[in-house]
């Protein structure tokens, strides 16, 4: 099993829709959380931290239940420039700053 | 604003010759992570540097080596290059004060082929 879960996709959505994504972490004692993008053949970009009360940047907002091991991501108003895997990323522990990948979600947003 | 700069960025080699991979941090950013991505996987950890001293290990095959320097700039590199080491190959840096200190941005990539 996977540390950090989440569902492939592709999720097909047309513009200006809400896109929601899911992931799951194994280890309780994770300490901090990220959502990155990525495009194709290209290095991953830090789209956002994910904090315990939760946080939006423009139409992004992630969430964290700690309870329940569960990070999520919704975009608002989908672009397409919002086409791209997006990649839920987990750091373990304090004491060690790797990052733990899942294996992406991937978003295509249709005219 | 300066982003973490990766040399070469596209390297074709032949089985069991050497690569050496450099990459330069964000200025001020003290510590350096390397990750291999396969085709069609998620990016895996390599190994980090904080203050030139290696602070983690992951998966690196004991033919990789890598360092940090005095300008914290990083080398990784490979021997006995292997078919399976065919990969992007990512650099990233993070600073570890402050509230973002457990970003890390990463690099362009560098691309090995292994032929």
Known sequence: RKEVEQDPGPFNVPEGATVAFNCTY???????FFWYRQDCR??????????SSGNEDGRFTAQLNRASQYISLLIRDSKLSD????????????GRRALTFGSGTRLQVQP | AAGVIQSPRHLI?????????????????????????????????????YEKMQSDKGSIPDRF??????????????SSLELGDSALYFCASSITSGPRSYEQYFGPGTRLTVT
């Open chain 1, 42 to 51: 290209k290095e991953p970009k830090l789209l956002m931290s994910v904090y």
């Open chain 2, 13 to 49: 080699k032949e089985k069991r010759e050497t690569a050496t991979l450099k990459c330069y941090p964000i200025p001020r950013h003290d510590t350096v992570y390397w990750y291999q991505q396969g085709p069609g996987q998620d990016p895996q950890f390599l190994i980090s540097f």
């Open chain 1, 83 to 94: 086409s791209a895997t997006y990649l839920c990323v987990v750091n373990e522990d304090t």
């Open chain 2, 65 to 78: 080596s890598a360092q940090q320097f005095s300008d914290y700039h990083s080398e990784l590199n490979m």
């Open chain 1, 26 to 32: 194994s280890n309780s004692a994770s300490q901090s």
